[in-house]
């Protein structure tokens, strides 16, 4: 379905909520263009190991930052991401790059500059962004804010078995604290914290498929076109 309307639609919540999944249907459905603000910072990320960069060096990772080369490239099942020439779709989403994410998405200049970034893509275009501060901070005048949630107990088990479909061998268990830890990290960082926008409609999704999801908030847009 095309809406005619230039919109914005922001899709928060925390790790395991299912944003990118519903976010990159949604986008699909209405010919949106779908930003994925959580694989610019898993790219940061990436970029400092590869640079061998201490994650906790945040002077040198901020000092650097402007220079990282990072685009998406559509594509079917998944948008490529390419960080400086390179394709590092399947390399962000390791274990690593996904325990320190946090840590690396909590410094200033490199929000500030990803920040940007992310506003400059949705200029004169209808787009879909899924992350932790888009409708607060990134996007705060978007027509529709989504905020997923969803039991930790039900994200742990979701990201189970996406990293077996992946080799991945993480137990339940370790699964649920590092999303319990990732959780308090997101909402206690100084800058720009997972939180809820004021006008945001609120979705639980521990028992909703996908497609009951992405209907809700299809309805939601369509409400606001």
Do not use: C, W
């Amino acid at each position: 379905m095309a809406i005619k309307e230039k919109l914005q639609v922001a899709i928060d919540g925390p790790a395991g909520s299912g944003k990118s999944t519903v976010a990159k249907i949604i986008a699909k459905n209405f010919a949106f263009i779908y930003i994925d603000t959580g694989a610019m910072y898993r790219a940061v990320t990436l970029y400092a190991k590869i640079n061998q960069i201490d994650y906790e060096n945040e002077e040198q990772l901020s000092e650097q930052v402007a220079t990282i080369s990072l685009t998406f490239v559509p594509a079917d099942p998944v948008q490529r991401v390419i960080l400086d020439g390179q394709d590092v779709t399947e390399a962000i989403r390791s274990e690593e790059i996904t325990n320190n994410v946090s840590l690396v998405s909590s410094y200033k200049k490199i929000r500030e500059e990803m920040t940007e970034r992310q506003r400059q893509m949705t200029e004169g275009a209808s787009v879909v962004m899924d992350g932790r501060d888009i409708g607060t901070t990134v996007l705060p005048k978007a027509q529709v804010k989504i905020f997923l949630v969803a039991s930790v107990e039900q994200r742990a088990a979701r990201r189970f078995k996406e990293n077996q479909t992946k080799g991945f061998r993480v137990s339940l268990e370790e699964l649920k604290d590092e999303i319990i830890l990732r959780d308090y990290k997101d909402s206690h960082r100084l800058i720009s914290p997972l939180k809820k926008a004021s006008d945001a409609v609120t979705i639980d999704t521990s028992y909703l498929s996908i497609d009951q999801v992405v209907e809700k908030i299809s309805e939601i847009i369509k409400t606001r076109a």
